[in-house]
Antibody, heavy 123, light 104 residues
């Protein structure tokens, strides 16, 4: 069964860091691009970052560029999101999502999603 | 940066009716990367359509997508009770603001 399970969310103060993880199972992780998407309370979906199947190319939303880093460990079937200099507006439910294709400049279609992990940035 | 504008913001219909949701891009975009998602509260989003018109695996054929250039449409031919949700279009790392499909 295909599964994505996010972890690492929590409550942090502005300026602090957090690292999210996403564990994949039931499919060949190294054959798919992967993404992070978030939903702030009461708001719509926002794409955050994406990485190619082999980790050689990544892209970010302007709102997080320079503060967040997406990475992956194909030997452990895991996706990560390192979040630095967190702001109140980063408060959201963060989803990891599998792309249909291995390597796309932008998400081609995100067909498998986890249930999300909550990040709260508050003083 | 591409801006996707979805209309209407809220659509009130009854089961059995036809739903037509619109997504307009601020500039011409590649149909290859235009996708539609369904999102229900407390659940993960679900991919419905990719490449503007291709149904994702397991998606019923009452869902269809069309369009090119700047104008795209998601059509649900006959609404089932489980179809009432928020729908988002997505292109090049940008989501539309969503259309809430509610029961009339």
């Amino acid at each position: 069964q295909v599964h994505l399970v996010e972890s690492g969310g929590g409550v942090v103060q502005p300026g602090q860091s957090l690292r999210l993880s996403c564990a994949a199972s039931g499919f060949t992780f190294s054959s798919h691009g992967m993404n992070w998407v978030r939903q702030a309370p009461g708001k719509g979906l926002e794409w955050v970052a994406g990485v190619w199947y082999d980790g050689t190319n990544e892209d970010y939303a302007d709102s997080v560029r320079g503060r967040f880093t997406i990475s992956r460990d194909n030997s452990k079937n895991k996706l990560f999101l390192q979040m630095n200099s967190l702001r109140a507006e980063d408060t959201a439910l963060y989803f990891c999502a599998r792309d249909l294709v291995p390597a796309a400049v932008d998400p081609f279609g995100m067909d498998i999603w986890g249930q999300g992990t909550t990040v709260t940035v508050s003083s | 940066e591409i801006v996707l504008t979805q209309s209407p913001g809220t659509l009130s219909l009854s089961p059995g009716e036809r739903a037509t949701l619109s997504c307009r891009a601020s500039q011409s975009v590649s149909s290859s990367y235009l996708a539609w998602y369904q999102h229900k509260p407390g659940q993960a989003p679900r991919l419905l359509i990719y490449g503007a018109s291709r149904r994702a695996t397991g998606i019923p054929d009452r869902f269809s997508g069309s369009g090119s250039g700047t104008d795209f449409t998601l059509t649900i031919s006959r609404l089932e009770p489980e179809d009432f949700a928020v729908y988002y279009c997505h292109q090049s790392g940008t989501f539309g603001q969503g259309t809430k499909l509610e029961i009339k």
